[in-house]
């Protein structure tokens, strides 16, 4: 079992920055994959980025890349999400996820999520 914490979400106006916290206890944070989804009212989760265990290998979506960054401290068990150049169509919940499966796009992947952390830009 792994536990996951969302942090740092709040308020941000467009074109701004604003970097996500996950911080995870129970069983090894390294052996993990660690992703990011999102959702926004009345849409479905949707994939963001994801991060290998060893944080050698990076997948985002087409919607973030370019704008968004995926680390992690495997000393911190930390996950972080670095998220620039902020648009209203980012706003939504923000979720942390973790695997044993290699980097996968798709929810039903990831065993363990967090409770979310909420992200809005304003235009």
């Known amino acids: 079992q792994v536990q996951l914490v969302e942090s740092g979400g709040g308020l941000v106006q467009a074109g701004g920055s604003l970097r996500v916290s996950c911080a995870a206890s129970?069983?090894?944070?390294?052996?993990?994959?660690m992703a990011w989804f999102r959702q926004a009212p009345g849409k479905e989760r949707e994939f963001v980025a994801a991060?290998?265990?060893?944080?050698?290998?990076?997948y985002y979506a087409d919607s973030v890349k370019g704008r968004f960054t995926i680390s992690r401290d495997n000393a911190k068990n930390t996950v972080y999400l670095q998220m620039n150049s902020l648009k209203p169509e980012d706003t939504a919940v923000y979720y942390c996820?973790?695997?044993?499966?290699?980097?996968?796009?798709?929810?039903?992947?990831?065993?363990?999520w967090g409770q979310g952390t909420q992200v809005t830009v304003s235009s």
């Open positions: 996820a973790a695997t044993e499966l290699p980097i996968a796009t798709t929810a039903n992947k990831y065993g363990y």
């Open positions: 129970g069983r090894t944070f390294g052996w993990y994959t």
């Open positions: 991060v290998a265990w060893s944080g050698g290998s990076t």
